[in-house]
């Protein structure tokens, strides 16, 4: 078939980095409306030369103009697995391609148009012309012969096209045809050839894997009833649509909820909570409140169907009940957490997007139980706790060996003490991380230590490094870590005040020590991000850190790179009286991971005490963005900010954004924006 990327598809569609693909299929209703008749992946799968690249057949039809009438076109496409084409119908086709792949030259009397949805290809033609094609570029192929190369990530990664190909006439030049020429192609069509030919039946198809794809969905629009054949994958949606608790509503068929998939945010919100119960006034507050927020982010950031549904059932019936009692009118909230300026016991974030990638959404949320600051929970820390557990019953890699230990060594038992010692103060000390990735949900747990009689503010350093080698006693990454801070003269000034773990098994977990800096000029940032210079070849990555934070801050370029930041006029810190170092400075963070010599360190830029106001924020970001050809997700992002700020204007000032945070990865800058609600915000309550 082709050279490269040999023995790279060994489990079929999809190819390995890249997520499976959600096929819709609409029909018509007896009321002549629309709804989906059917969701699944594809009907015909199969992985070609030496398990180089897997295909994945979407629809194909025999004729033009297609009988829609009595599921007859999707019946053939189920039956029949196509050709390369059918000469006078329609073949679609998902291609993904292992990584350097290089097909050899064919030609094809079709008209195609070819989409790249994943990565970066080379088309080269017969002529010797060549073309780079990147994420979202489109090619019309009119019958000439070409060749492919997957060039993404620099050869190194997957990549994925999607094919429309259709019959077209006889192709004539200079008064000569040009015929098909596939070549050793011809034998991984064969096969196909077969079983669409007028007397063919239909080959077995591979099984799909994974879920579904950012980017990568694909729907067909059909012209029959619903039967209620179809299933949505893994959620069992289209039961959903049709009855509640087993029995169709109001004994008629349901609402066509899913008519409501169509737009992006409103309908994910409306089909998730049109069938999710009312509980009591503090949950329906919150779900009403942070619900659009979470369909917002999932929507935008391109989260499939059964992602984004997942996930908003899992933060109404998981994180919601966690949120703590409503504020109550001209009160106050019960438990004010440290993860916000107002109290809010809930931040999202935005990880943005590579130039081949989708953001990922993430959220950190102080769980608040019943009996937060009484002598039964002075410390707010029993809700985390059963949280987790609950949580371990059904993941299995969920792992708390290390929430154990750092429990244990960060804190005392004696909660009658502490209730006499935390009265008046603001005394969050866990909380736990969601994060939303292809491979499934990640989950973190946040520890900022107080033991009895220490209670003003974080512990010095001799108690973090003690408590870290206590999980990771052989620690070279942190014993590097303390050598910094006691000898660098940044280093020194660095106040350790929060400690981070992946709840997972400890081979493989992380640790990260966050640390706060008075100090804001770039200087410092270098010397930080270097750790003293000992960390070498991210210039470029300080130089792109550099102009991301003129543009965020609207700085002018020739801002002294030795000269501090100015402060935001006006701002209020009042909040966080005893925890300056949650506003002021710069803060970063140590990952310290087994086996390294050094730590890979990420920079927090608080946009919320040194930005101008949102608007501003949201604009350097996504210039910056766009400018490194990564602006692809920065209208939807906007969109997520403005729905945020149903209480206020984005210009009228900061809060919404609270930070952005960088770090140097695979020659690029990772970044992530984190959000406020800002639910107890004076505006939005009224006061």
């Known amino acids: 078939m082709a050279t490269g990327a040999i023995d790279t598809i060994t489990k079929g569609y999809p190819a390995p980095g890249l997520r499976n693909t959600e096929r819709f299929i609409t029909a018509h209703g007896a009321d002549g409306k629309g709804y989906f008749q059917t969701s699944d992946h594809g009907d015909h799968h199969r992985v070609m030369g030496e398990k180089q690249a897997v295909m994945n057949i979407l629809y194909s039809t025999q004729d033009t103009p297609v009988d829609l009438n009595d599921d007859v076109d999707i019946k053939f496409a189920k039956e029949n697995e196509p050709g390369l084409n059918i000469p006078n119908g329609s073949v679609v086709r998902m291609m993904d391609f292992g990584p350097g792949l290089e097909s050899i030259p064919h030609g094809v009397i079709t008209i195609d148009y070819g989409v790249v949805l994943e ?369 660098d003269p940044e280093g020194a000034l660095l106040q350790p005040f929060m400690l981070a773990i992946d709840c997972v098994e400890p081979t493989k977990s992380r640790l990260k020590l966050y640390v706060q800096t008075p100090h804001t000029s770039f200087d410092s940032v270098r010397r930080i991000m270097t750790m003293g210079g000992q960390i070498r070849g991210v210039d470029r990555g300080l130089a792109e850190l550099e102009e991301l934070i003129q543009l965020v801050l609207d700085l002018p370029p020739d801002f002294p790179s030795g000269s501090p930041l100015p402060a935001t006029q006006g701002y209020s810190v009042n909040h966080f009286e005893e925890d300056q170092h949650l506003v002021e400075g710069y803060m970063y963070y140590f990952d310290i991971a087994p086996g390294s010599p050094l730590p890979d360190i990420k920079f927090y830029l608080p946009t919320r005490r040194y930005g101008k106001d949102d608007r501003s924020i949201a604009r350097g970001l996504t210039k910056w963005m766009e400018d490194r050809g990564r602006g692809r997700f920065k209208e939807g992002y906007m969109r997520v900010l403005e729905g945020l700020a149903g209480h206020r204007t984005l210009e009228e000032r900061v809060g919404l954004q609270t930070y952005v945070s960088c770090c140097f990865q695979k020659g690029t800058l990772s970044m992530t924006t984190y959000m406020s609600p800002e639910v107890f915000d004076p505006q939005r309550v009224g006061k």
């Open 119 to 487: 990565g970066e290809f080379r088309l080269t033609l017969d002529s010797g012309e060549s073309r780079i094609l990147r994420r979202g570029d489109v090619l019309v192929q009119r019958a000439t012969s070409h060749k492919w190369e997957n060039i993404s990530g620099g050869g190194t990664e997957c990549g994925r096209m999607l094919f429309v190909l259709l019959g077209c006439k006889d192709v004539v030049v200079g008064g000569k045809k040009i015929d098909a020429d596939l070549g050793a192609l011809e034998k991984e069509y064969a096969r196909e050839e077969k079983a669409v030919g007028v007397n063919g039946g239909s080959e077995k198809s591979l099984q799909p894997n994974g879920h579904s794809a950012v980017n990568g969905d694909s729907a067909v629009n059909g012209d029959s009833a619903p039967n209620g054949a179809g299933k949505t994958s893994g959620v069992g949606f289209e039961e959903t649509s049709r009855a509640v608790n087993g029995n169709t509503a109001n004994g008629n068929a349901a609402p066509n909820i899913a008519n409501s998939l169509s737009t992006k945010t409103t309908s994910l919100w409306t089909m998730t909570s049109r069938w999710l119960p009312s509980r009591s006034a503090d949950l329906d507050y919150w779900w009403q409140l942070t619900g659009p927020h979470m369909a917002s982010l999932f929507s935008e950031a391109g989260y499939s169907l059964h992602e984004s549904y997942e996930a908003m059932v899992f933060y109404y019936h998981v994180i919601v009940p966690r949120l703590g009692p409503r504020l109550p009118p001209g009160g106050t909230p019960k438990w004010k957490s440290l993860l916000t300026v107002d109290g809010t016991p809930i931040e999202y974030s935005w990880k943005w997007n590579t130039k081949d990638g989708a953001p990922d959404v993430r959220y950190t949320m102080e769980p608040i139980g019943p009996f937060a600051g009484t002598i039964l929970d002075p410390l707010n820390q029993e809700s985390t706790k059963e949280l987790l557990y609950q949580l371990g019953q059904v993941m299995p890699s969920l792992d708390l060996k290390w929430f154990r230990h750092f429990a244990d060594v960060f804190f005392s038992p004696d909660k009658e003490a502490y209730a006499t010692q935390t009265e008046g103060q603001l005394v969050s000390t866990m909380s736990l991380a969601f994060e939303f990735l292809k491979q499934g949900l990640s989950v973190k747990a946040y520890f900022g230590p107080k033991k009895i009689g220490q209670m003003n503010g974080p512990p010095p350093m001799d108690v973090w490094a003690g408590a870290i080698k206590g999980a990771a006693p052989e620690s070279a990454t942190m014993d590097g870590v303390v050598r910094f801070c006691r000898t």
